[in-house]
Structure formats: C-alpha cells, structure tokens
C-alpha cells in the first residue's frame, strides 16, 4: 500500500453526525462516476500511479472516549507499520489523540511537525468543560504537555474563530507554537503568508490534522462549527498541494464533517472528495521525484493555439 483510507468515526460533539461522514463519502465516491484519477494540475493518473485501499472503518467506542482513540491509534499504527500514510476520515476533531498516539508509538516523541488546520485553536485549558478530547478540546496542548512535540513542532493554520480567549493565546505565545491567524493572510497576502509557511515548513517531517471549518461555510456548509471568513476550496487546494510536494507527509486526516449538516448537492463531501483526490496526485508526483511546492505541469499553463 501507499496510502489507506481509513474512518474513524467518533461522536463526542453537540453536533451530530460526524459518526457518519467515513461512510458517507464511501456513498460519495460510489455516487462519482469518476472512478478513474486524473489531476489537472500534475497531468497525472494517481489510481495508476499508486495503490490506494479502503482499509474500512477502526472502531468506535460509542460512550468511552479514550477507548474509543486508543482502539483507532492501533489501527492507524498498523498502517504505518505496514509502510502506507494513513489517510483519517474523522469523527470529531479528537482524532487527532488517536493519530498522535499511532505516530509517537511508529517514529517516537518530537520527530514530527503537526500541522493543524481549523478555525479555532483547540486549546482548551484544563478545567474540563470541553472534556479531554472532544472536537474543541485540547490534542495539542496535551501533546505538548507529555513531550510529544515541542512547541516549535506545532504549526496552526487559518485561525479566527469566535470563541477563544486570551489565555487561549498566552499559551501559544508562551510555548512558542507557530500560528498563521487569518488576519495574517488578509493583511500580506494569501500567497506571500502561504510561501511564508512552506518556508518554515522546509525539511520537516509532516503530520496534516484538516478540521473541515478551516475553509468557508460557504465551501463546505456540513461541518460542526462553521466560521465566515475561512479559506476557498482552491486555496485549502493549493496549501495542500503544497505541503504535500515540498515535505515527507506521514499522515493526514480531516474531521468535523457531519452529513446530517451537508446541503442537498453534498457540498461538504464533494469537497472532501476533492481534497483526497488532489493529494493522492501530489504524493504521486512527489514519489515520481517532483519537490517543487509550486510545481504545475507546464501543460496545464499554456493553450495550444496557433500564434
């Protein structure tokens, strides 16, 4: 294997259905007629460039929340150990636990970099009042707490939601995690703040936790916490296409996404779709031996038109 896709469907949110969305987009991807791969940015065929399996769904626990993770840290370990990139299809944003545990257990404490997309920092402090490991709880923090990553192994990418805090922020000032606030990207550009993060990024070993509210309720209407002001689907597109060509990604899963919450036109999970399909085209190109963040098949930027 190259890469297994795997749900781990979890329930521990007051919005319901994320339980549903690893099996729901199986329904999605049999509902596109697609079957067959072509990315129009690689002017690859990545279904023949590599294999790709459904690896089904780990368990879920559906009272016990660490039971719940642990049970899908072993599975997502399993395929690491097997040599493939899990790719998560989430339950909530706790998924995160168990990713971490399975890539602590496979590479060992501080020997990779999170990248964590969302809205909201997912810091909560330690009073319990979002529990543990709910889809607003604290992963990070905790991860960083018992000597997982260092602060400088966190990147937060396209923050600005609407309930976080000061304490919330002193933590991430003080324990020197690396954060990309959507004001930032505003203010200099979604470009100049995109190539700003590739560069930081640069020769770091890669874990990718999407939480789908990262991108506009306008893209993605079926998520659990939706924020305005958030990325398009071409700009979530391009980072990840990014990261995926410059860096070794060794895991990536999304989260957050509930059917029950998506429109008629299942916008959320085409969206999803799309995601998956773009980075199995850019992990294929990297394995063909293409590093270049920006790369673009020459192709694809020129018409054939006679001059």
């Known amino acids: 294997m190259d890469i297994a896709i795997v749900g781990a469907p979890s329930e521990y949110n007051p919005a319901s259905g994320n339980g549903w969305a690893a099996n729901y987009l199986r329904l999605n991807h049999n509902y596109d007629f697609a079957q067959a791969g072509h990315d129009m940015w690689f002017n690859n ?6 294999n790709i399996v459904d690896y089904g769904n780990a368990n879920q626990h559906p009272t016990l929340m660490m039971q719940n993770f642990a049970n899908q840290a072993l599975v997502f370990k399993e395929i690491l ?3 493939a990139m899990p790719m998560v299809i989430g339950g909530v944003h706790g998924t995160q636990v168990a990713s971490l545990m399975a890539l602590y257990d496979h590479f060992g404490p501080k020997s990779f970099t999170i990248v964590h997309f969302d809205a909201h920092t997912d810091l909560a402090p330690p009073d319990g009042t979002l529990g543990m490991f709910t889809h607003g709880g604290r992963a990070l923090r905790f991860a960083h707490e018992q000597g997982l990553a260092d602060g400088d192994q966190i990147f937060h990418v396209g923050l600005r939601g609407a309930y976080e805090s000061v304490e919330r922020m002193d933590w991430m000032f003080n324990n020197q995690t690396n954060y990309y606030f959507m ?21 770091r070993r890669i874990y990718i936790s999407v939480d789908m509210d990262v991108i506009d309720p306008a893209h993605v209407p079926g998520v659990s916490n939706p924020e305005i002001g958030g990325f398009t689907t071409k700009e979530m597109m391009q980072l990840l296409r990014m990261i995926f060509l410059q860096n070794e990604v060794i ?6 996404y509930s059917p029950l919450l998506d429109d008629r036109r299942r916008n959320t999970a085409n969206a999803i779709n799309r995601l998956q399909r773009h980075v199995f ?4 190109a990297r394995q063909s031996g293409i590093t270049d963040p920006n790369y673009v098949h020459p192709a694809m930027l020129k018409d054939n038109s006679a001059e």
């Open 183 to 203: 004001p930032r990207f505003e203010r200099n550009g979604f470009q100049e703040t995109a190539n700003e993060l590739l560069a930081e990024l640069e020769g």
């Open 81 to 83: 150990d097997g040599g």
């Open 45 to 50: 065929e990545y279904f023949e460039e590599l």
């Open 251 to 256: 895991m990536i899963d999304f989260s957050e």
């Open 281 to 284: 085209a850019a992990y294929a």
